[in-house]
């Protein structure tokens, strides 16, 4: 059973770090791109993509609006991606969710880990 399971999140004031992990279960890790989406609060809010890393770690990229202040990294001989976010901002509020696409074609979703950044 493929599986995604978030951690990391928490509160934090502006100018401060969070580590978010990713653990992926039930299929080959090192196989699949990872990517970090964010939920804002509010209604009707859509998932904004943030950042993504291949297969093996030699491609990142990064949304305008986390690049030089987030970095994506992964692990496959544990099956796990990270996101270290340096510098958060009261906007980076949000539910973050790591994602695959499954076989190149199924949209995988873990459950999402809050993070809430006060000024």
């Known amino acids: 059973q493929v599986q995604l399971v978030e951690s990391g999140g928490g509160a934090m004031q502006s100018g401060g770090s969070l580590r978010l992990s990713c653990a992926g279960s039930g299929f080959d890790f090192s196989a699949q791109a990872v990517r970090w989406y964010r939920r804002a609060p509010g209604i009707g809010k859509e998932r904004e993509w943030v950042a993504g890393i291949n297969n093996i770690g030699a491609r990142k990229d990064y949304s305008d609006s986390v690049k030089g202040r987030f970095t994506v990294s992964r692990d496959n001989f544990r099956n796990v991606a990270y996101l270290q976010m340096n510098d958060l901002r009261p906007d980076d509020t949000g539910i973050y969710y790591c994602?695959?696409?499954?076989?190149?074609?199924?949209?995988?979703w873990g459950q999402g880990t809050q993070v809430t950044v006060s000024s």
């Open positions: 994602n695959i696409l499954y076989l190149g074609r199924d949209n995988r």
